[in-house]
């Protein structure tokens, strides 16, 4: 079994700061890519940003330079620092990771419950 736990979500103002945080826990053998996503109201979830086990890194275009997504792989931990943030931005952002749990040779993909980033002056 595997857990994720997401936390930093919130209420800022716009051109305002959040940090995002998910941290697995379980029977976990080896982590692969951790990613986030988001779904905004009324749209299709959507990649936000994506890191692989060896750092590198994907961004959706309309985060590049404001975001940075980052693995902390002792604490089993990805982040999402959102800075400057928009209106634009305001959605559900799940946690996504990919896990080898013991006992398991297959990769499995993992969600978080999701954490609600609401952008508003």
């Known amino acids: 079994q595997v857990q994720l736990v997401e936390s930093g979500g919130g209420l800022v103002q716009p051109g305002g700061s959040l940090r995002l945080s998910c941290a697995a826990s379980?029977?976990?053998?080896?982590?692969?890519?951790m990613a986030w996503y988001r779904r905004a109201p009324g749209k299709q979830r959507e990649l936000v940003a994506a890191?692989?086990?060896?750092?590198?890194?994907n961004y959706e275009d309309s985060v590049k330079g404001r975001f940075t997504i980052s693995r902390d792989n002792a604490k089993n931990t990805v982040y999402l620092q959102m800075n400057s943030l928009k209106p634009e931005d305001t959605a559900v952002y799940y946690c996504?990771?990919?896990?080898?749990?013991?006992?398991?040779?297959?990769?499995?993909?993992?969600w978080g419950k999701g954490t609600l980033v609401t952008v508003s002056s």
């Open positions: 379980g029977s976990i053998v080896s982590i692969y890519e």
């Open positions: 890191i692989t086990s060896g750092g590198s890194i």
């Open positions: 996504n990771v990919n896990i080898i749990t013991t006992g398991s040779r297959v990769v499995n993909t993992y």
